[in-house]
């Protein structure tokens, strides 16, 4: 395990932003801290790299302590959501920052910093000052930043999502990338699933300061084990009092077991897929999602009267 | 527009009455008679006195607050505590205190009959009468300065960069130095040149501290009153012209810092 | 090791500016409640003490008045030499206060060019107090008016207002904090000014002498408590004026 956290309790003031929380990441792993806003991500992320002190609980890195530990001496790289560039000096500078305060000699710092800006593709712009450049080049200038030390724990807070949603797509894929090439321990804080989903090997969700379910993206998604989480991570939809998803619900003109009755609303088609937005006797809306041959045998039109029912178990948990 | 020039004029003309005629006087008075007079009282033993006291009290003042200015600053924006308000109000005390009154203060607590009279005494050191009581003046007066344009520059950029310092290994020295000080030096070249304006031009404080001692106490101002009761006019005015034109230096760098602030943003 | 930035200050301040203020409230009931009494009520003390927060508000007012309108000038208007017209206006915030008063007197005192001769007046008075404050409204408003949304002003005017009546109901409650603020400053300044009124006012006690000028005199006579005694009723005036004229500017802006 690269990082240990145990009972990790954080108040300020009266607010409590985290209430007993213990997380485990595997070494060369990537996980997302998930969750909505506010709800306590980004404070554990500053207690592990140590900007943060927790009232109680433990974090451990490989192995140590990090009680009473300071950021400095902690090995963690850290990126910030809105880059944290040092806005007085160069990229190049930028990057050299950690290799300058620990003396390195000057022929090893410029060795290290060319590496780097290769990487990340910024070679062109190591003169030009952040503000010169744009949003997702300053993030790769602080991804850069951070790795110069060679840290043994990567943490980014964020780090999109300051960023517009194309640059935030390709950063996506380019971050996959990166961590297949250099294996850092990767931590990192999103409020967006589909990030989530997409990038990690392990998703952690947090909510109201703690920790709902911690598991592959498969598990959650599958296996959520709570309303919360399933409603969190992909599509829901509610049926007899359950959550489900879209695509578990099934359409049939004449029932084969227990089911409902309801009105087609509307017929969206996306193509490869169809989605569905029916009515129940008592009002209440259903959203079902179906390939689209699915769909044309049914030969669905808008008013028609369809019988739904869920074809996988339900979230476990009983909705109110 | 015919309102818009009206304003204009009543604008100027205000202006004109009470800023440019008189200080144009002043400097025609202290030419009238002649270039040679005019240095003749610049050079003057007293004179050299004072201006020699004036620039000393002035290089001890400004480093000394804006150091602890800075401090001050990075208390305020980088510490958590209670009563922050009533930091700021102490801050803002000099803006607000009479300087016939700071000076009458300080003489409470480090003159004669006053509470460190007794440890003064024992330590041999003067306060009150002396130069470190001008200093002492001085500094009171001008010590809000740089805590206030500093402190909201600290407040803006904020403390990411530090944090970003820390963990890339920087120590709290090393951050200072190599993070937050180029961020915030514009503003404490600022800071810098209101609190030599300040320190340069103080007078109320300064003539209950010094006791007025001529030759021995007397910064430039305090000389100004003296030449002027002398009926040496001319000497007064010469002096006021050598203030008028420090004052006017320091406008005109804080004209350019300012111009070179709004440009940055 | 976090380095003690809060306590250094703490200390800093404390010694610099609470200790002396804690002296001179102290040495101003040296002589017990009746011998401060005493000394605030002293004939003299009262009369400076009224002229000096009379012609305080008179220059604050005068302030907020020349001070919005250079303000205006120097934010819509356009003309050559404009900056550096600005540039002056800090003139008398770099100026020691001595030599201003000498200006003054250089120009309308007795022996100036000028037709009039205000030495030893109490216009005296008010005008080397105007010319001290002068940036303080100036610069306050400046700020403000030039955030000023134009098109809440078009709005007015589309709407059939006139200019005076866009200033006065739309233009004027945006300015109310700022123009209270600096003439806050302003009335500060004012209540304490020494250097530059004890040249030209000639200090002519029930006439034309100020409580700073007063409170000088008795330190020099060696009254130091009752100066003292004075001076902490100077001081409260000053907050109290200033936190009303910051409640007033509030109120105003709605």
Redesign the interface.
Known sequence: MAIQARSITKRFGGFTALDDVSIDVPAGSLTALLGPSGGGKSTLLRIIAGLESPETGEVWIEGRDMAGVAPQERGVGFVFQHYAAFKHMTVRENVAFGLRIRKRPKADVNRRVDELLALVQLSPFAQRYPSELSGGQRQRMALARALAVEPSLLLLDEPFGALDANVREELRAWLRRLHQEMPVTTLFVTHDQEEAMELADQIVVISQGRVEQAGTPSDLYDRPVNDFVMNFIGPVTRLDGRLVRPHDVQLQVAPTGPADEAVVERIVRLGFEVRVQLVLADGQPVAAQLPRTEAEELELREGDIVHVRATRPASPAVAA | MK??LA??T???G??TV??????G??F??AFEHGLGKFFDALTTPQAQHAIGLTLLVVAITVPVNTV?GI??A???E??S?HGRAV?ER??D?????????????????YGE???AANALVASGIRVIFSVPGIV?AT??VS?PFVVREVAPVLREIGSEQEEAAQTLGAS?WQTFWRVTLPAIRPAVAYGVV?TT?RA?????AV??VSGHLQGQTET??LY??DR?EGFDVTS??AI?VL??VF??S???G??YLDRRRARRS | M??P??G???V??SV??????A??V??STDRGLGGFWNAISSPEAVAAFKFTVLVAIAVAAVNAV?GT??A???V??E?RGKSL???????????????AG???L???GPR??APFDVAFTKWAVL?AL??VT?PFVVRSVQPVLMELDREVEEAAASLGAG?FTTFRRVILPSLAPAIASGAG?AL??A?????SV??ISGNLPFKTEV???F??NR?QSGD?SG??AV?VV??AA??VL?SGLTFLGRRWSR
């Open positions: 309102s818009r304003l204009r009543v604008a100027l205000y202006l009470l800023l440019v005629l008189p200080v006087m002043v025609y008075r602890f401090v001050t990075l208390a305020l980088r510490r505590f930091l102490v801050i005390m000099p803006f607000v205190i009479s300087p016939i009154v700071v000076g009458l203060a300080l003489v409470l607590v009959q006053g509470w002492l500094m009171f010590l709290g209101l304006a340069l031009g103080e007078f109320g003539a209950v430039m101002t100004v009153q002027f007064a005015y006021s203030l008028a004052a006017m320091a406008l005109l804080m004209t | 976090r380095p930035l809060l250094v200050s703490i800093w301040l610099m500016v609470l200790l002396p203020l002296a001179l102290a040495s020349s309108l250079i205006w000038v120097l819509r208007d003309f017209v600005n540039a002056l206006i800090d003139l008398p915030f770099a100026l020691p206060t001595i030599v000498l200006t003054l250089a120009l309308y100036g060019p005008f105007v010319f002068l200019p400053l500060g300044r209540l304490g000014e020494f250097g004890v040249l409580s700073s000028v409170i000088y330190i130091q100066a003292a001076s100077l001081l000053s907050l200033l």
